[in-house]
């Protein structure tokens, strides 16, 4: 897994939301960025964590930043997901994994003794210049908004 770091430009990518519109990094250009990357929609540790950053949205905004959550989920599932908790940033539906790969997110995980491969639960802010001013990888689904803000 060959994940992007603090300090590190994030490659321009384009993917659809959960509407099928066109999202771009270039569409956050000189805006602060959250991207957070969850396994599944509507499993309880991402409902978690989305509903943890839904209610802390006006604070993160506050703070000057987007969000931008990212699975590779179905745009039905990710508009399905987004209605039943009313998020109010889009969802990419990163069915081809091209968010995904470009941000490192995929490799081997460990379930119950089990190895495969998977989508890795990890959080980045990027700034204005579309830089990476830090990773986090042991995201508490429950208080995520709070670790961000720290």
């Known amino acids: 897994m060959n994940t992007l770091k603090a300090?590190?430009?994030?490659?321009?990518?384009?993917?659809?939301?959960?509407?099928?519109?066109q999202v771009s990094l270039s569409d956050y250009k000189g805006k602060k960025l959250i991207v957070f990357f969850y396994p599944r929609a509507n499993t309880p540790g991402c409902t978690a964590e989305a509903?943890?950053?839904?209610?802390?949205?006006?604070?993160?905004?506050?703070?000057?930043?987007?969000?931008?959550?990212?699975?590779?989920d179905?745009?039905?599932?990710?508009?399905?997901?987004?209605?039943k908790y009313e998020f109010p940033f889009p969802l990419l539906a990163d069915e081809d994994h091209m968010v995904i790969e470009t941000?490192?997110?995929?490799?081997?995980?460990?379930?119950?003794g089990k190895e495969y491969d998977g989508l890795h639960r990890m959080t980045f802010l990027i700034?204005?210049?579309?830089?990476?001013?830090?990773?986090?990888?042991?995201v508490k689904t429950k208080d995520h908004a709070a670790q961000i803000l720290s």
Do not use: H
């Open 51 to 72: 509903c943890n950053l839904r209610d802390n949205y006006a604070e993160l905004q506050a703070q000057g930043y987007e969000l931008l959550g990212v699975s590779e």
């Open 127 to 138: 700034n204005e210049e579309g830089i990476i001013d830090r990773v986090i990888e042991k």
């Open 7 to 21: 300090g590190d430009k994030v490659p321009e990518f384009t993917s659809k939301d959960q509407d099928g519109n």
């Open 103 to 112: 941000f490192g997110v995929w490799g081997p995980k460990k379930f119950m």
């Open 74 to 83: 179905s745009e039905k599932k990710q508009a399905n997901f987004r209605n």
